[in-house]
């Protein structure tokens, strides 16, 4: 059998849905998104229609899509340098900024990776930053745009630190159940009782989705046979 993955931690797999906070100099642009971690479809006011239509002429056409696997790794690359080059911030004054000039792409990342930053100090730190020019008794035009930031900075890293942790439950959660159905003599009975107790889920499909790929990298055919029928039935009870 091959090992299980867990993949706890893993920055940027998720998908949460979240506010994009764009900082520039001359305006600011706040507006909620669902997010699409590698930015693969484009702006949302594309167009539904529009994506299924870049999709399909990625399908027919070759080099179409070789340039776009291209483009993919050159961005990819791009995302990478950039992360590495940024000196991880000390202080929450600091972190608040760090997050201000992140790009919008990379917001769930970073989550992940400063998700032991985001603890009660920083959001107490924040929402005192946005108190105190809240109800402040005159405002300039620069302090209006920075409690726009700050609120929308406060609104995205909620929701993101929520759906991070949601996720890592579920992955944990996953990786018993998938513990629970491969070592069960009766797999069937197995699931339908987990179905009873509401423990199916996509985290599950996931996680198996990870060893039979990890399974047929290293040649374990019969081990990728046997979780891809766990797969299956798992799926079928997932849809009852």
């Known amino acids: 059998m091959t090992t299980l993955s867990i993949g706890v931690a893993a920055p940027a797999v998720a998908t949460f849905r979240s506010t994009k906070v764009t900082r520039t ?16 479809l484009g702006r949302p006011q594309t167009g539904h229609l529009a994506r299924l239509e870049f999709k399909r002429r990625l399908e027919k056409d070759a080099e179409a899509r070789e340039e776009f696997e291209k483009h993919l790794r050159q961005e990819n690359e791009r995302r990478r340098a950039l992360r590495e080059s940024r000196e991880i911030p000390d202080t929450p004054d600091e972190l608040i900024e760090y997050f201000l000039d992140t790009e919008a792409q990379e917001i769930e990342f970073e989550i992940a990776r400063l998700r032991h930053r985001l603890d009660e100090e920083f959001f107490s730190h924040l929402k005192f930053e946005i108190g105190q020019i809240r109800f402040a008794v005159s405002k300039t035009e620069n302090m209006e745009d920075r409690l726009i930031e700050l609120e929308a900075l ?12 949601k996720m890592q439950a579920d992955v944990i959660t ?10 069960s003599k009766d797999i069937n009975a197995t699931l339908l009782e987990m179905l009873e107790r509401n423990e199916l ?17 290293v040649n374990q055919k019969e081990a990728a046979a046997f979780m891809e029928n766990v797969r299956s039935a798992v799926l079928k009870y997932l849809t009852v």
């Not at 406060?154 to 942790?165: F, H, I, P, R, S």
């Open 174 to 183: 996953a990786k018993e159940s998938l513990t629970k159905v491969l070592t």
């Open 154 to 165: 406060q609104k995205a890293l909620q929701e993101g630190t929520d759906a991070y942790d």
């Open 201 to 217: 889920n996509r985290s599950l499909l996931t996680l198996l989705d990870e060893n039979i790929a990890n399974a047929s990298r």
């Open 25 to 40: 100099r001359s305006n600011l642009k706040v507006s909620c998104v669902q997010w699409d971690p590698e930015g693969l």
